[in-house]
């Protein structure tokens, strides 16, 4: 099955939220000629009420629904009831960690200035134990599917052979200078640009580094972290052990 047909049906890359999925499903889209969707709109209606026709990934579709062929991000566990569609699965995996720290700043900076929050007041010794939990929960139940993983930092390093393998894992073929170039119009300028035409305060794409949680993590919340998701992430091969 070839990219540039449309018969390449829908592919949903789940992760939990800050984990690089705008990122993945925006070269996906764009190497294979694909609209680009979020599972929580539809029809012009958002969770939050958001009016997504605003959005890049919208801005110049006819409808804000599902098509036969897109890319579509979720945040939602495997049973939930959005995932009952005819679709193929990408699981992308960021160190937790880093999740709890780029997850804390869009919320308290990017989700209030743009009005999507009211307020933000998590202390972030809160947030750590909160977030933790979460972000293990939600790994965890993905990786007890048969769903094919990747990695944050793994795009980080190689965009190109990630996207190759996941192609080939998915059975979808596409030509290399497709792929180069939906690498290419995604670089993190690239991003702040298009999403700087939706949002006047435009933080969403932040700094996206690998190893951040270094600058923000006390001793405290790295105890806290161990308890919650120790053992996940050494299993993901983050760590060795549990002395980092």
């Known amino acids: 099955m070839t990219g540039n047909d449309h018969g390449v049906g829908k592919i ?36 939050n009420g958001y009016d997504a026709s605003k959005h890049p990934w919208y801005t110049d579709a006819s409808s804000l629904g599902l098509p036969d062929s897109c890319i579509i991000k979720s945040h939602d ?61 939600f790994v965890e139940s993905w990786l007890e599917t048969d769903t094919v993983a990747f990695k944050y930092e793994e795009l980080i390093v190689d965009a190109f052979s990630v996207l190759k393998d996941i192609y080939g894992h998915i059975n979808v073929s596409q030509d290399d200078d497709s792929i180069i170039k939906g690498v290419n119009a995604f670089t993190k300028e690239n991003m702040k640009k298009e999403l700087g035409k939706a949002y006047k305060h435009n933080t969403f794409v932040r700094k996206g580094v690998v190893g951040d949680w270094r600058n923000y993590f006390t001793d405290r919340h790295v105890d806290v972290f161990k308890k919650n998701a120790g053992e996940l992430l050494i299993s993901l091969e983050y760590e060795e052990n549990n002395k980092w």
């Not at 070269?27 to 958002?46: F, K, W």
């Not at 009831?81 to 193929?88: G, L, M, S, Y």
């Open 12 to 47: 949903i890359v789940v992760e939990y939220p800050k984990s690089g999925g705008t990122w993945l499903v925006s070269m996906l889209a764009h190497s294979l000629n694909l609209p680009r969707r979020d599972i929580y709109i539809s029809e012009n209606i958002a969770e």
């Open 77 to 137: 566990f495997p049973d939930s009831a959005r995932h009952r569609i005819p679709a193929k699965f990408v699981h992308l995996i960021r160190d937790g960690r880093d999740v709890i720290v780029s997850k804390y700043f869009f919320e308290k900076d990017f989700c209030v200035k743009n009005g999507i929050i009211d307020d933000f007041n998590i202390p972030f010794d809160d947030y750590v134990d909160m977030v933790s939990k979460e972000w293990s929960a």
